[in-house]
């Protein structure tokens, strides 16, 4: 069976670092979006999240794992990965890094075209994708130069570049990130706004939880290169699960989780992946020996947890199939409710 | 200049917009560039220079240059008829350094344009494709930096022989490796920028990446160090004629002192001989030099004096 | 007595590009052991503000008005009497600890040399005094033997204010301390920062764009706009209702999880913040303003108490008590 969109499976991104060691930076990812969805791809910098963006781009060669478009797995030739390009395409989180100085706007919306040697109605398209990045009228920004416009028409180029391909799927790096506060929800609109018209999905990379429940339909959290919870943005942000998205909800202002549960210690590194659950020497819910009396802590300690499936499979919370967590306290919290 | 007021412009016109930008780009270069005396009075002296070789064959008789149809005497101190005296074969000095002027920018120009071509090229492979590429282009670079330029053009020349194409072969094969270092440093510089992620996003192949983002962003520093660059390559040119490996059949400021030399002419107190081509080849690398690091601290702001 | 005045702060640069006035007339003050958030968006003159309440503006910055720290005006006192209170009076912990701190020395040396410089103690009681303070920003004792490069990002910002507290100041201006923290490390140091509010009653300034921090973790929260504070009032009732639309807008920047309104709604503003060196006439913010009526363009509005709440806004249609929020949203046309 196709799935429409895109798809990643037992995804695995290592890396060769300097005295022979060998860090894990994606650690089997089972992700997919399908067209026409918003999800979030959530975590601390570090987790994993940028590198599993730039796999699932074809910048960076899996070690393991495949990648597909519509049921047509990735392959990694020059014109394979040319074509795949037209389907899944990047914006990134700084536009003015983003943009050539040295073009204008025009240029820079019609490099995709000359790149596919799309050479019919350059610049109807180039119009076309201003317009619909909310650049009007597009014609007045063609000449201008990167250091002639604001932050947020900065990024609507960039969005307008990565639209003038008809993308259905658009991969964004912290899209809003470097931008000033009261640009961003007009960028996260626009998102939205391509997502209803036109039908395209989004993996939106990002560190920010509130800017996921403004956007996300689906969230997948990632901790040290696994996604650790996922599901429907509203239930995963308003009554999280894992013990590490529960902790990340509860710093934020007015959130939802009593707290905050502020977790000791920075993220540990993924040259060296704990054994059992790889979050349990900074978990709350192991350290408040709720884990032990539950009667999984030596599970926490010393048993793997399974990769997520992508969007099948049974999900833990009763709720919901498609609602995931990777936690054998959660997992033994529905054993005994069920 | 807004986006608003060059909206106001139809697209048709759009690569004459294109120019224009191009054009104003030029003249900020220029303004800024102004503000730089000491490469005003470079560019100054070496228009000048520039003028005088290029109006040569028509203000002088180039028959001047054949011995056998000279009349002055050897080695004639300055006279009215001879403002800078006359050489071993009764010659006018001043003809030589005016003749000889054509050949020593000629050879300095081309042999480095030929040597920023081939750094060009190996710096922006180097840089671009990284890993093994990088490391063999690199150490090639390195034997040449390590050679002494000066032995390894004498054994290419004796090698090859000596006329004025071997002579630009050899200087700019000489003298690429500096400029290839260079290169890879700002092509690495660039490499890092996110618009090159973008564009292999946009699925750019090698060519496109190298072609419309590191070149264009590399330019300006190939420009002032091609400037810098011209100014060794005349003084190699100098260095190997005065050696007496220039080509016998061109007359350059090197082959001039050569000359002189074997002419006695320092024993003799000649010094109308070997004046005019010492202060020329001195003159023109002062000025090369001079508007070089103008230019370099003109596309490189922080090369600037005085700006903390 | 108050810790902190600032009366009528105008600070103007002159620079190649002209006059630029980057403050232009704030108010603010601070009692020992409050809280006081600034917020706002780059350009609006916030940096400046932290700059000039410790003179640390370059030369070419004009400043006139009061900044008085316990009573003595910072703006006129003496180079010695200055240098006394950057040390003991008050310390600024910058964003981008990485630049901030000496790479060749280790932490404890680090936090040490402002002690041996301004206090008559011994190498070793310095020394004790830095491993403790490390322990009090919750880093390990043996962390003071790091080289800065052995440092997380969160770790060296916590060494930052590790070596803000060494003098024991009055006063702790953060300047984005946080933002470039992960959450999580953000939470932590934030945590921090709270807590030697609480236990040591010093005075805290904290600047940051982001407002649901702020509102978070200070009591007030002053917002600024081209120069100037647009809204000041309890950090909480600023962020959850607004009355000046700058204010609006950027708390809606930061949606709070669970509100519905929020979902799939996200607001912003057109436009970018003004150029310091061209702001527009009348209220800075009418060209942006989605609630701007004739008077906006006409004048600028000043910092008035709104009804009987506590807060000040500087805003025409909020002063006659309407709404600051338009009825509906729809993306305006860039």
Not at chain 1, 186 to 213: K, M, P, Q, S, Y
Request: charged residues 15%.
């Amino acid at each position: 069976m196709s799935e429409p969109g895109l798809s990643a499976r037992g995804l695995r991104v290592e890396f060769g670092l300097p005295g022979g060691r060998t860090a894990r930076a994606v650690d089997s990812v089972n992700i997919r979006v399908a067209p026409g969805e918003v999800v979030a791809l959530a975590g601390e910098s570090g987790c994993g999240k940028t590198t599993l963006a730039r796999a699932l781009l074809g910048l960076e060669r899996p070690t393991a794992g495949a990648i597909s478009y519509d049921g047509t797995p990735l392959r990694y030739s020059t014109r394979a990965l040319k074509a795949y390009r037209r389907s899944v395409q990047l914006v990134l989180q700084d536009p003015t890094g983003a943009l050539n100085p040295r073009h204008t706007v025009y240029d820079a919306v019609a490099e995709g075209l000359r790149i596919h040697r799309i050479a019919d109605n350059e610049s109807d398209r180039v119009a076309t994708a201003l317009s619909h990045a909310g650049l009007r009228p597009a014609e007045k920004f063609f000449l201008a130069y990167p250091h002639e416009l604001s932050g947020g028409q900065r990024q609507r180029v960039v969005i307008a570049g990565a639209l003038v391909l008809d993308p259905k799927i658009i991969i964004a790096d912290e899209p809003v990130a470097s931008l000033d506060a009261s640009v961003r929800g007009e960028i996260l609109a626009l998102l939205l706004r391509l997502r209803d018209e036109f039908g395209l999905g989004a993996l939106v990379v990002t560190h920010d939880l509130g800017l996921a429940w403004s956007i996300a339909d689906r969230i997948a959290v990632m901790y040290l290169g696994r996604i650790v919870e996922q599901g429907p943005a509203e239930q995963v942000l308003t009554d999280p699960q894992h013990p590490y998205t529960r902790a990340l909800v509860s710093v934020l202002p007015d959130s939802p989780v009593p707290g905050p549960i502020v977790l000791s210690g920075e993220p540990p590194d993924a040259t060296s992946i704990p054994a059992g659950c790889r979050f349990h020497p900074r978990c709350q819910v192991l350290a408040s020996g709720a884990a032990e009396a539950a009667g999984v802590a030596d599970q926490c300690r010393a048993t793997p947890l399974p990769v997520l499936a992508d969007d099948v499979g049974a999900g833990v919370s009763g709720d919901d199939p498609t609602r995931q967590v990777a936690c054998h306290y959660a997992a033994a919290a529905t054993r005994s409710e069920a | 200049m807004s986006a608003q007021s060059s909206g106001q412009t139809a697209l048709t016109s759009a690569r004459a917009i294109a120019w224009a930008r191009r054009r104003a780009a030029l003249a900020g270069f220029w303004r800024e560039y102004r503000t730089q005396r000491t490469g005003l009075v470079g560019l100054a002296f070496l228009l000048m220079v520039i003028a005088l070789a290029l109006a040569t064959p028509w203000v002088t008789d180039a028959g001047g240059l054949d011995p056998t149809k000279v009349h002055g005497g050897r080695l004639d101190a300055p006279s009215l008829a001879y403002p800078l005296g006359t050489d071993e074969l009764g010659r006018s000095v001043l003809l030589l350094t005016l003749w000889g002027a054509r050949v020593s920018l000629l050879v300095g120009v081309t042999a480095t344009l030929l040597a920023i071509v081939i750094g060009s090229l190996v710096g922006i492979l180097a840089g671009h494709f990284g890993g093994w590429t990088s490391w063999v282009l690199m150490r090639l670079a390195d034997w040449f930096i390590v050679v002494p330029t000066l032995v390894l053009a004498m054994v290419l020349l004796l090698v090859l022989g000596s006329n004025l194409f071997t002579i630009i072969v050899v200087i700019g094969v000489a003298s690429w490796a500096g400029t290839a270092r260079l290169i890879r440093a700002q092509t690495l510089a660039v490499e890092g920028r996110p618009y090159l992620e973008r564009a292999r996003a946009l699925g750019a192949g090698h060519w496109h990446q190298m072609s419309r983002h590191v070149l264009p962003n590399v330019m300006p520093l190939v420009l002032a160090s091609t400037t810098l660059q011209v100014a060794s390559a005349i003084l190699l040119e100098s260095t190997l004629s005065f050696l007496g490996l220039g080509d016998p059949n061109q007359i350059s400021w090197g082959t001039m002192l050569h000359r002189a030399y074997e002419a006695g002419a320092v024993s003799y107190g000649a010094w109308w001989y070997l004046l005019p081509p010492g202060l020329g080849i001195l003159v023109v690398v002062l000025c090369f030099t001079l508007c070089g690091r103008a230019m370099e601290s003109v596309v490189n702001p922080r090369l600037r004096g005085g700006g903390r | 007595m108050t810790l902190l005045e600032v009366r009528d702060l105008h600070v103007t640069y002159h620079s190649s590009r002209g006059v630029i006035p980057a403050v232009r007339g704030v108010d603010i003050t601070v009692e020992p052991g409050q809280t006081l958030g600034v917020a706002g968006e780059s350009g609006c003159g916030k940096s400046t503000l932290a700059l000039a309440l410790l003179r640390l503006l370059p030369k070419s910055a004009e400043v006139t008005g009061q900044v008085r720290l316990n009573g003595d005006d910072v703006l006129t006192m003496t180079w010695g009497q200055l240098r006394a209170v950057r040390w003991a009076g008050a310390s600024i912990v910058f964003q981008g600890a990485m630049h901030s701190l000496n790479p060749v020395h280790r932490v404890a040396r680090q936090i040490a040399e402002p002690i041996l410089l301004h206090e008559n103690v011994s190498e070793a009681e310095a020394h004790g005094r830095a491993v403790e303070l490390l322990g009090q920003v919750g880093l390990p004792a043996w962390r003071a033997r790091s080289y800065p490069h052995e440092l997380s990002g969160g770790q060296r910002q916590r060494v930052m204010i590790a070596m803000a507290l060494a003098c024991e100041p009055d006063l702790i201006i953060a300047d984005e301390a946080t933002t470039a923290l992960d959450v999580m490390v953000q939470a932590q140091v934030l945590d921090l920062i709270a807590d030697l509010v609480a236990q040591r009653g010093v005075g805290l300034v904290m600047i940051s764009h982001d407002l649901s921090v702020l509102s978070a973790h200070c009591q007030r929260v002053a917002v600024m706009y081209a120069g100037k504070v647009v809204e000041l009032g309890a950090a909480h009732d600023v962020f959850a209702d607004a009355r000046h639309p700058y204010s609006d807008a950027l708390a809606s920047a930061f949606p709070v999880i669970g509100d519905v309104a929020a979902r799939h709604r996200p607001r912003g503003l057109g436009g970018d913040p003004p150029d310091p060196a061209d702001l527009p006439g009348g209220c800075s913010f009418h060209p942006r303003c989605p609630v701007a009526v004739a008077e906006c363009r006409a004048a600028e509005p000043q910092l008035l108490p709104i009804g009987a709440s506590p807060r000040l806004s500087a805003c025409f249609v909020a002063q006659q008590g309407k709404p600051v929020r338009p009825g509906t949203v729809k993306e305006p046309v860039t």
